[in-house]
């Protein structure tokens, strides 16, 4: 089951040409990620503070398959995917709110989990690995 | 009556000083201009396309009483003020969202009313002005 | 031959994890994208007036090999590759300032030409065709 | 004697409205920062990494006398102010780098002193005060 989030289109998100500005597209696609951590109960700011592990993106990607105009009001599906002990995708596909059928925008994040002390790759946690369940899609 | 908003400080809206970078405070302010106005049927992407009218903030202040951390879910306080026929203030106010007592950003913009082809200002249209008053307090 | 850029990584460029927030990496990227046009005498900030033509990224991606930290001073090399008459690419390889044989991040966006009226495609223009001439890289 | 920073309006500064975004009038005022006390050998990812001391922004003003467009290559003049031993100011006119009678924009940052664990204020350390007096200007 994918996790939804919903937002508009400001005008910071868009540039000079009219339309969005594509590495905003990253942005708000990681702002579901984060959302979706808080549904399940994972405290970013603790994380961050702990030291203990941090989850850096080594790869993102994105496909812009329409247009998104300021104002627009969007919904991105977030599926998750575990690749290895230490490695996960996260996808995301942007719709409009009213029309669930239309991809605008599919995009992907890799993440690794590191000490970020000594930034080697360490195994990810249970709390991790739960929410990657939650969200993970057969196929 | 003020207009409300609330969103979370996303890692985005941070830098490695581990708090909210400063000019991210005036951009989330922006989200809540916005949304107000499309509370009021404003509609920002119309009005860009028409070229009739362009609302281009001449001057922004922030105060940052408390500092905002990721995670933090916040809202934002928005009240109007208009000052002439061609120009008004907007003022925000940032509280933790389970805490309205404890103001931790203040931030305020001006707006003036132009052609965006001439750059020339024009009177604010009616919209504009019943928003206005939807917002404004008394004091 | 490659074209070069070089800039230091800023605080807003950074995030609470204390090291380059990801789509910031995309940015600037794309701000050497647009030296690279300027060094050829394209003026994007015409061509975004005249609306005859706009270039949108239809597709982007990143590969973050080493972490880039506050304060650190990179250059990009950029090349180009015509991939038909209406659709571009742009490689991009970052590395210290200091160090130009260690990669720290790749990248690379994928542009259309279109009609950004009408949003559909178009062939691309002589100067563009000359730029991507010039750094195009044989392989 | 003013501090200078020069450097291009990009695609990311702008938005749909065709100019700059307030917002990142502020970002580039803050690069202008970073760079003076680079210019004076402080090192910031060393700060923010020995968490000795922090400098955050507690008032940011900012005010747009003429619009900047996509392209536009500008200068900061940069000076410093010391408020007392525990505050200091800095001040930003942005000038067109071949214009340097027309200020476009003028923006001022307050930053105060403090340990960042505590979160108290702290006296300036000698290489800030150093890098103040090198940029104050008299009047």
Chains 1, 2, 3, 4 share one sequence.
Not at 60 to 71: A, M, S, V
């Amino acid at each position: 089951m994918p996790f939804q989030y919903s937002r508009r289109i400001y005008l910071a998100d868009t540039d000079a040409a009219g339309v969005i500005y594509f590495a905003k597209g990253m942005e708000i696609c990681h702002e579901a990620y984060e959302e979706s951590l808080a549904s399940s109960r994972i405290n970013l700011k603790q994380i961050i503070e702990e030291k203990k592990i941090a989850l850096p993106i080594v790869r993102g990607e994105i496909d812009f398959l329409r247009p998104l105009f300021c104002g627009d009001r969007i919904t991105i599906n977030l599926t998750t995917k575990l690749i290895n002990s230490r490695e996960f995708a996260v996808n995301y596909q942007i719709f409009h709110v009213a029309n669930s059928d239309k991809i605008l925008v599919k995009a992907k994040t890799n993440h690794v989990s590191i000490d970020p002390a000594k930034r080697i790759r360490i195994d990810l946690p249970t709390a991790i690995l739960n929410w990657l369940e939650a969200y993970e899609i057969e196929n």
